[in-house]
């Protein structure tokens, strides 16, 4: 099994849709959870870290974690063409201090 | 404020040769970190450091890889010698240690034919 897994995608959704990005993990102990964007040709960038369960919301973007479930997601509110990337779920995997990153789902935003 | 600094951007070598990347994190970082990225495989952690000092390599694929962060602004990532099969794009990354938050830098797209 793999530590953090994603569903590869591609997704699309049309503008304006709410963007539903899911993984899960496999540390039942880690504790740090991100989401990068990674555009086409580009190095992955961080938008979101969520510590504790529950909803995190930053603009558009709201991170969702279930650690009973093992579990995170991202939703993208109000989906622009410009959010057409690659999103890479990451863990911290305990005691190790090393980031650990999913396959990365890519999303595709239509006019 | 200048980000993660890694060249080359691009090398294109040939199947036995050495090829040194490079990395500078930004000031005041004190854990870097190497990643390979492929279509197949995804986003890997090859080795990161703290303080300069390897941590944990467990992700260096074989004896053909080797890194090292001589000071504090500096680290190379070697391969010697290059196989196809290296061919990816090799980022390199660093973060305050205790914050988890990294930074990548753009990456240095390795092709050896």
């Known amino acids: 099994q793999k530590e953090v897994e994603q569903n590869s995608g591609p997704l699309s959704v049309p503008e304006g849709a709410i963007a539903s990005l899911n993984c899960t993990y496999s540390d039942r102990v880690s504790q740090s959870f991100f989401w990068y964007r990674q555009y086409s040709g580009k190095s992955p960038e961080l938008i979101m870290s969520i510590y504790s369960n529950g909803d995190k919301e930053d603009g558009r973007f709201t991170a969702q974690l279930n650690k009973a479930s093992q579990y995170v997601s991202l939703l993208i509110r109000d989906s622009q063409p410009s959010d057409s990337a690659t999103y890479l779920c990451?863990?911290?995997?305990?005691?190790?201090?090393?980031?650990?990153f999913g396959a990365g789902t890519r999303l595709a935003v239509h006019p | 404020d200048a980000g993660v600094i890694q060249s080359p951007r691009h090398e294109v070598t040939e199947m036995g040769q050495e090829v040194t990347l490079r990395c500078k994190p930004i000031?005041?970082?004190?854990?870097l970190f190497w990643y390979r990225q492929t279509m197949m495989r995804g986003l890997e952690l090859l080795i990161y450091f703290n303080n300069n000092v390897p941590i944990d390599d467990s992700g260096m694929p074989e004896d053909r890889f080797s890194a090292k962060m001589p000071n504090a602004s500096f680290s190379t990532l070697k391969i010697q010698p290059s196989e196809p099969r290296d061919s990816a794009v090799y980022f390199c990354a660093s973060s305050l240690a205790g914050t988890y938050t990294i930074y990548f830098g753009e990456g240095s797209w390795l092709t050896v034919v």
């Open positions: 990451a863990v911290l995997i305990s005691g190790y201090n090393k980031l650990i």
């Open positions: 000031s005041g970082h004190n854990s």
